[in-house]
């Protein structure tokens, strides 16, 4: 199995490191080939030059039923090249398992000898893993679609839920445009200007940005103080930028990537998910969310569609509408029954669905039939 270091940040590390800890199974002896790690251009060549040199003697040491790779798109796809190449050529069958989110910039608007490229190493690959309806659907325009998968990420379950405040928001992931981090200072603003209205109909024309920064509070008040945490890696000063330009600085907070027992208490503190994404597949954070009863609020692209139903499981609405986005945050802070009620009803949805162990069953069916075949 091709994977990423253990400590890169990202959903691939994340689903990877879910096999390592609780296992795939009895049935299967598994190698792990550590590819790629955080770090510089120099580090990232040096972990993937060692990789192929371990990958190629592993090949020449045993006689492995299958390879699985974990890829995306983009400098992933390059990276993944060698050893889709070693295995093909020794006859070894293929998993790709795809993670990728940005497929229109990696094949649609490729060149020509680009897509020949991209077809033939995909030709090489007995199966094709997907996240999603959506996601099977895109990659057939590369490989027929007999030969794509479809394996959703899981969510390790957690004991309990959170009990964190209504008015704690998360947000975990990468921070950038493609997570649409740059339009969450604006769906809190358009919130918090609300908050106000209801408070108070003719605060709204005398609040300045400076007269929320100054008191430290939200403009609905102390009792609808507004916390936000963003917690990720990435690009934040636009988002920096925004946030001071609307006055919310006091409100905002960066504590960098988190992981392990810092990410479980963000969790557990929060009562709110925000993830106004503009592309995804199966995104692990949204899953995670909704395992700790949190209430999301998110977008319908790639496969949050499947998780959350408007109303039921959660919100959903398009990418970049913040105007709606803030309306439904409004809403939801005052009415504290709905939000519990709601990501309840997403905590059980999860555990139904999207355990580990379901995710082991439907990546075990891919095994055998790679194998059964070989």
Known sequence: MVVPDRMVMGGIASVVNGYREYGIGDEYEITYVESYVNGSKFDKLKIALKAYRKFRKALKASDYDLVHIHSSFGPSFYRKMPFINMAYKRNIPIVNHIHGAEFEN???????????????????CRRIVVLSDEWKEKI??????????????????????????????????EIGQRKGCYDIPDIIRRTE??????????????????????????????????????GGNGDTAPVSLKIEEFGLKSSFEFPGWVRGSDKEKLLRDSGIFLFPSYNEGMPMSVLEAMAYGLLVITTNVGGIPKLISHGETGFIFEPGNTKAMAECLSKLLNDEELRRRIGQQAREFVIKNYSFEKHLEKLKAVYSKVISKK
């Open 140 to 173: 057939s325009e590369i490989v027929p679609k007999d030969r794509i998968d479809i394996v959703e990420n899981y969510c390790i379950i957690p004991e309990g839920e959170s009990e964190g405040n209504g008015k704690k928001i998360l947000f975990l992931g």
């Open 106 to 124: 990696f094949y649609p608007q490729a060149s020509n000898s680009k897509k020949k490229l991209i077809r033939k190493i995909y030709g090489k």
């Open 193 to 230: 200007d609300t908050l106000s209205e209801d408070r108070n109909p003719e605060d709204k024309e005398n609040r300045t940005s400076v007269d929320a920064e100054d008191n430290g509070l939200s403009a609905g008040g102390e009792d609808n103080k507004l916390t936000v945490v963003l």
